[in-house]
Every structure is written in C-alpha cells, then in structure tokens.
C-alpha cells in the first residue's frame, strides 16, 4: 500500500448569513476544491458529508448534496463529530483510500448556522455535552471551557490577559485572509476598555474576545491514493499521520481541567505514525473555539510545556514569524467556526502552506504540517500531520 | 380505545429543562423528591457511577444499588455565566461547577446563595437537593 494524498483543497469565505441553501454552499466549496485540483466529480468515486446536526432541517444531508455536486451514482455517507467532523471525514477517505476501496474520495464539511438565533445555538452546542445530566443545568460552550480556564488560570497562574494576547494574533491574520468572517483588528487594550465588546462577560474568566464567531461556509478536501495523487496533481500533499481519541462526554468523569486528554492522545498516534516529534512542526491549525483551547493545545501537542503555554504567546513565538507559527490564518477566532466545515478548512490551510501557496500569510518554506481539530468539550479529538 | 400505556417519566423533573423523560434511573428524581442525591454502585463488582447508571460497563451487570453521594468533595473548576442558552435566561447568573470526591466528580451548579467572592477552587462543598423556583428538581453545591 502506497501513500495518501491530499490532490485539492477549497473553501467558501466564512460569512454571516449566507444568502443561499446548505447545497449551494457546499457547491461554493467543491467548486473551489475541483479547480484547484483540476478534476471533475467525475474522477471523484465516494464522498463523506461533515457536519453537526440540527443547524438546518434537512435530514440525511448526504444524499442532497452528493446530487447537487453532481457526485451520483457515487457512494456517499453523513459522518460527525460535533466540531472536529471533517477531521473524523478526512480519517475515515484515508482508511477508504488505503484499503484500496476507493482511489479518489471528497470529504465535504458544511454548516450554516445563521439559520438559528444566537441563543438556540448555544443551546444546540450545549447538547453536545450530556443532554441527560449536564444541559439541565444550563451548560453552553463557552462555560465548559472557562471552566478548563478557570483550571488552567489557577494550576499554572495564566491570566487573562494572556489569553486575550491569542486573541489579538488571531485578529492579527483575520485582517489578511480574506476568507475570514471577522476581518477588524482586536487590541490588547480592547479587553480592559469596558466599551469595547471584547470586554463583555460571558462566561467568568471568559470574556467576548475569548469567544471564536459562528460563521456559515463550506470546506472541500479531496484525498487520493498515491498512484492517483501523482497521476492527477502536480502538487500533492502526503497525510503522514493520523490520530483519533475520545473522552467521557460528562466533565465528572474526566480527570484533567487543564488540557485536553484527546489532543494528547491524539497527538501522540500522529506522532507516532509519521515518524516525527513536536520539534519537526512547522506550521500548526489548532482548534482555537476559545483562547484558553490553543493556549491548551500548544500543551497537549507538545508545543509547550504544561503551564508554559503562556510563554509562548508573550515571546509571540506562534506568530507567522516565530519558531512554531499557530493559526496564522486567522483561526476559529476570527476566521470563523462554522462547525462541520471547520476541519477541512484548517486543512487547505496546512495544504496551502505546504505547498507555499499562502500569500500574505505564508510561513517561511514548511516541510511539516499539522491540524489539531477537536470536537465538544474534548470530547473527541484529532490530530492529523501532512508533508510536502 | 385500547388501554393507555403507563409512562414512568419521572426525569423530565430533572433541572430547569430536561431534555430526557424516559431513563431506566428514574428513581434518582424520587430520592431528589426525599432530599438525597444518589449514585449507583454495580452489586457483582462494587464500582460506583455518579451520574448513576442502570449496567455497568465493566461486567456487564444490570444489578446495582442505590447510594447516596454524602460528605465533601473539592471544588475542581467553575464557571459564572452572564449569558444562557435559551430556556435557561430566567435562572441567570449561575455557576455551573465539578466537584472532586476522590472516588468520583459530580458536575453541577453553585447554590445561588454562595456569593461569587466567597468562590475558590479547592474549597471543600456539599452537593444537597434543591428545589427550583419553576418546580423544577436539581442538586446544587453548598458550602462545607
């Protein structure tokens, strides 16, 4: 068996409210995936649909989009795992693809999110903790992980104001991607200016700024076997590791508040399986949903020591210049988390590193790649490693 | 007409809005009812569950008692929310919170009546039964 390959990556802008059906933004996406890899749906045989129910009423979304792309009489299947789905689909197009099943398969991640107020979609995400002991109590994502902050504040002596210094890389990058939905710079300042939105409370310790935006948009990623990969693109990227865990949906039965057992266990496999350590990443997307998630994953994925991962913002050794750039495309903070399509996004932007083909945000000739993409509150989490 | 099914619904008691009716431990809404906050523990290997479960993973059991989670537990992490998912605006500010027994955790939420200052990781609580205002049933933590 032979290597895999990512042959084409493509996204929509992540937008708020984006003036079509969940069809047509997927459609957005793969059009931009199939030009950049120069195919057809015809050289496509099986796709994966990603993304988190009940943001839309459609049932079943794989069928309706693999016609709509015009990837009928194709296999196709729905897969997901709240915020890391397309994560989870790029694992399962690698198993399909090595195994011989199928040479070319497309893992589309979608979700519009506009279609349900602001209020409904913490109470959707909130259900994605345990509906039957934690939500009635009134759980919401960014209390979930203020508490992993609260944690990690009082284990380590992190502060808010180290936190809101991610916010404002992030912001950084935002500014210059142009697929970004927050596309204004954010201030150090910002956060002690009680005018300022970013100051709000809305979960102690964390504040407005702390908080990625929910976005609409579509990601595209397009894996192929070794033999199709060199046969059909001039350019392609090798998935040199993958890794996958899960953890108890209920917080009671974890036994770590400050870090993500998932992503470090996940890291491991990844690791492990391509053969290298932390030291040899180049460039990483790590899932950002709030300031206190990347200031954990720079811990989890070996970036940093635990407690250190503060330093590491202050010395800005994450920024595009620095010695392990993190989400230099703006991540979920300011580009936008629109849930099922958040993984393959952070994957085109691993691709487009790689293949040195970032613009203004292209870090200095990558070899080494990575994507840290989690789902829930730690509930499960991936981490996958490319190569040029 | 056939005969109505009876239904044991009991859980949809459970916090200012259950999202589950129909759970094979629907005695921990009674005990809530009585003033006990329980767990479960499998009678073939002894393991404990909070939340309680009706089978126990490790040996497959379905056998299990009913035992009350009493004494202090550390509180491990919190959060004060400013902002609820909807259905839950009424109840604002709250803190939700796990609380570490040794054993086991319990997640839940601060009494209303602890004032945030008086808040710290590490402080010792108890998990009590508690009442909501819209007749709703929960467990809270208290002060030690």
């Keep these: ?388 | 007409m056939g005969k109505k099914r009876e239904v044991d619904d009991r859980f949809k008691k459970f916090g200012t809005v259950s999202f589950t009716s129909i759970t094979k431990v629907n005695d921990f809404i009674s005990y809530l009812e009585d003033g006990k906050v329980m767990g479960s523990r499998c009678k073939e290997c002894g393991l404990f569950f909070f939340p309680p479960r009706a089978d126990c993973h490790q040996c497959l059991s379905s056998n299990m008692e009913w035992v009350e989670v009493s004494g202090k537990g550390k509180l491990v992490t919190y959060s004060k929310l400013e902002f609820a998912p909807i259905g839950f605006g009424d109840d604002l500010p709250y803190a939700i919170a796990v609380l570490d027994y040794g054993d086991y955790k319990v997640f839940g939420r601060i009494s209303s009546d602890v004032p945030e200052g008086e808040i710290k990781v590490g402080m010792e609580m108890t998990t009590k039964a508690n009442t909501l205002p819209n007749g709703q049933l929960n467990y809270v933590f208290q002060k030690a």
């Excluded at chain 1, 506009?114 to 259900?127: D, L, P, Y």
């Excluded at chain 1, 009671?252 to 053969?275: H, I, N, T």
């Design chain 1, 1 to 388: 068996m032979g290597k895999v390959g990512v042959i084409g990556v493509g996204q929509t802008a992540f937008v708020r409210g984006y003036p079509g059906s969940i069809r047509e933004l997927a459609f957005d996406g793969f059009k931009d995936a199939l030009r950049d890899a120069d195919i057809s749906a015809k050289d496509i045989d099986a796709s994966i649909i990603c993304s988190a129910p009940e943001y839309d009423k459609q049932r079943s979304p794989a069928g309706v989009l693999a016609e709509y792309l015009g990837l009928t009489p194709q296999p196709t299947c729905y897969l997901e795992t709240l915020c890391s789905s397309s994560s989870m689909g790029l694992r399962y197009a690698y198993s399909l693809v090595k195994s011989g099943l199928h040479h070319v398969v497309a893992v589309i991640g979608f979700q519009k999110m506009s279609e349900i107020s602001s209020a409904e979609s913490q109470e959707r995400m909130g259900r994605g903790g345990d509906i039957q002991w934690e939500s009635p109590f009134g759980t919401m994502m960014p209390a979930y992980y203020a508490m992993f902050a609260r944690r990690h504040m009082e284990e380590y002596g992190t502060t808010p104001e180290d936190l809101a210094l991610i916010r404002v890389k992030a912001a950084t990058y935002g500014q210059i991607n142009e697929k970004a939905v927050y596309r204004k710079p954010v201030t150090f300042e910002m956060f002690s200016d009680p005018e300022s939105p970013m100051s709000g409370p809305v979960a102690s310790p964390l504040r407005v700024g702390d908080c990625c935006a929910n976005a609409d948009g579509a990601s595209v990623v397009l894996v192929a076997s070794e033999e199709r990969a060199k046969s059909l693109s001039k350019k392609p990227v090798w998935i040199l590791g993958l890794g996958a865990a899960t953890a108890s949906v209920n917080l009671a039965g974890r036994d770590l508040f400050s870090g993500l057992k998932v992503a470090k266990e996940a890291g491991e496999q990844a690791y492990k399986m391509a053969g290298i350590t932390a030291k040899n990443v180049n460039v990483a997307e790590v899932h950002d949903c709030f300031t206190i998630a990347e200031m954990m994953a720079y811990e989890n994925l070996g970036f940093a020591k635990p407690g250190e991962g503060k330093d590491l913002i202050k010395s800005k050794e994450t920024y595009k210049e620095g010695s392990i750039p993190v989400n230099v495309d703006g991540g979920l903070l300011s580009k936008g988390h629109p849930i099922g399509a958040t993984g393959g996004s952070q994957v085109r932007t691993i691709v487009l590193q790689l293949r040195g083909e970032a613009g203004d945000m292209q870090v200095k000739d990558p070899e080494i790649g990575l994507v840290h993409n989690i789902g829930g509150v730690g509930l499960y989490g991936n981490v996958s490693i490319f190569g040029r």
